[in-house]
Structures are given as structure tokens and as C-alpha cells.
């Protein structure tokens, strides 16, 4: 079956614009997750998204991160006024359900570039 | 916060040698410990986890170790083949975060 997918795979901007990135997790999975990666770094935690609950945003690093789940299912992940800052591969992550049970599957990433 | 240190940060070693990456965690309530692997411009996927009810656990060339007094857990390669070049992640997981260290970039050298 598909797996998760996010698009686009590559995403080239000018500071201060706005960008959107969107995450497909796998058909019936309730949880998602959006991580940030930054060059050899490690994986950011930035949301998670439950079924209906309200999503914890704790790991979002400023006011001009947003992101929503339409329908319990795809992601959409947007950023406001884009800085250089910014630039780093965006990873969306789903599981059948929240816990130990659940593992995690990661999609292939956006890779975005601010100039 | 919750924070998990992951060391070393590279590691290289002589192919068919063996490969210990450590992990230290701080949430006390995590209970799952899964470690993932991620070849240069693909996505990080799973390659072995194991859950705090355990002390090991043991899949063909790797295995993982968890010692929750000590809050450490580990990754163990034997018999080291070139494929397994790869940045490696440890991950914590208290109910529903994940909490990830920095990664190990191992290189084995043929």
C-alpha cells in the first residue's frame, strides 16, 4: 500500500514569503506528526495531530508556524514571512494510533530552501 | 525539558567490526526506545525498537539494549558491512512524543 507522502519534495523561496507544505499520512492512521530536520541535526519535533483532539503545537518555534488536519487526515504545514532560518527538510510522520504499539512511518521529506 | 543525548556523533569503523551507538533519556515516563537509520537523502525508517518491559532485544547483526534505572539504552551492529553506512537515531517516546537524539553518522570502512 502507499505509503506517507508529502509535497513538495523541494521547495525554493525568497524571505519573507509564505509556504505551503502539505503531508498524505497512510490511509486509517490517527496520528501525525511534523518534524523539522535541520542539516545534520536531528529530528525537531514541531506537532502532533490525534484524530479530533486538539493538536499539540508545543514544539512550533515561533507564531509564524501553523499547521491543520482536514478531516483527520492530510496535513497541511504553513510558514509565514519565510527567514533563512527557516531552511531545513520538513519530515511528516504517521501511525495507526498514538503509544508504543504504533510505529512510526515518515514520509520522504521537504527539502526547503530560503533565500 | 525532555531531552535525549545520543553519542558519538560519528563513528567509523573497519567492515565486519563491531558498532555501539548510547543513548541517555530524561522523561522518566518513556516506555518506547526505537532506533531508526537514514541513508543520505532518504527518510529515516525503523530498524529495531524495543518497549521498557524488556532489558534486550535481538534482531540477526543488531541488537538493542535498554537499562531504565540508568535511563541508557543502546545500539549494537556486529559484523559490519558498508551498507550500514547510515546516520543512525535514537528516539524516546513518552504517550504520544517523540523525543529524538542528534543521530551517529557511522561510515564502515571495507
Known amino acids: 500500500g502507499a505509503g506517507v507522502s508529502q509535497s513538495p519534495s523541494n521547495k525554493v523561496t525568497e524571505k519573507g514569503k509564505d509556504v505551503e507544505l502539505r503531508c498524505d499520512p497512510i490511509?486509517?492512521?490517527?496520528?501525525l506528526y511534523w518534524y523539522r530536520q535541520s542539516l545534520g541535526q536531528g529530528l525537531e519535533f514541531l506537532i502532533y495531530?490525534?484524530?479530533?483532539?486538539?493538536?499539540?503545537k508545543s514544539g512550533l518555534p515561533s507564531d509564524r508556524f501553523s499547521a491543520e488536519r482536514t478531516g483527520g487526515s492530510v496535513s497541511t504545514l504553513t510558514i509565514q514571512r519565510t527567514q533563512q532560518e527557516d531552511s531545513a527538510v520538513y519530515l511528516c510522520?504517521?501511525?495507526?494510533?498514538?503509544?508504543?504499539?504504533?510505529?512510526?512511518?515518515f514520509g520522504p521529506g521537504t527539502r526547503l530552501t530560503v533565500l | 525539558g525532555e531531552n535525549v543525548e545520543q553519542h558519538p556523533s560519528t563513528l567509523s569503523v573497519q567492515e565486519g567490526d563491531s558498532a555501539v551507538i548510547k543513548c541517555t533519556y530524561s522523561?522518566?515516563?518513556?516506555?518506547?526506545f526505537p532506533w531508526y537509520k537514514q541513508e543520505l537523502g532518504k527518510r529515516p525508517q525503523l530498524i529495531i525498537d524495543?518497549?521498557?518491559?524488556?532489558g534486550e532485544k535481538k534482531d540477526q547483526r543488531i541488537a538493542v539494549t535498554l537499562n531504565k534505572t540508568a535511563k541508557h539504552f543502546s545500539l549494537h551492529i556486529t559484523e559490519t558491512q558498508p551498507e550500514d553506512s547510515a546516520v543512525y537515531f535514537c528516539a524516546a517516546l513518552a504517550t504520544y512524543k517523540y523525543i529524538f537524539g542528534t543521530g551517529t553518522r557511522l561510515k564502515v570502512l571495507a
Open positions: 522523561d522518566s515516563a518513556s516506555n518506547y
Open positions: 524495543i518497549r521498557s518491559n524488556v
Open positions: 510522520a504517521s501511525s495507526l494510533d498514538k503509544g508504543a504499539h504504533n510505529e512510526q512511518f
Open positions: 490511509s486509517g492512521h490517527t496520528a
Open positions: 495531530f490525534q484524530g479530533n483532539s486538539a493538536p499539540d
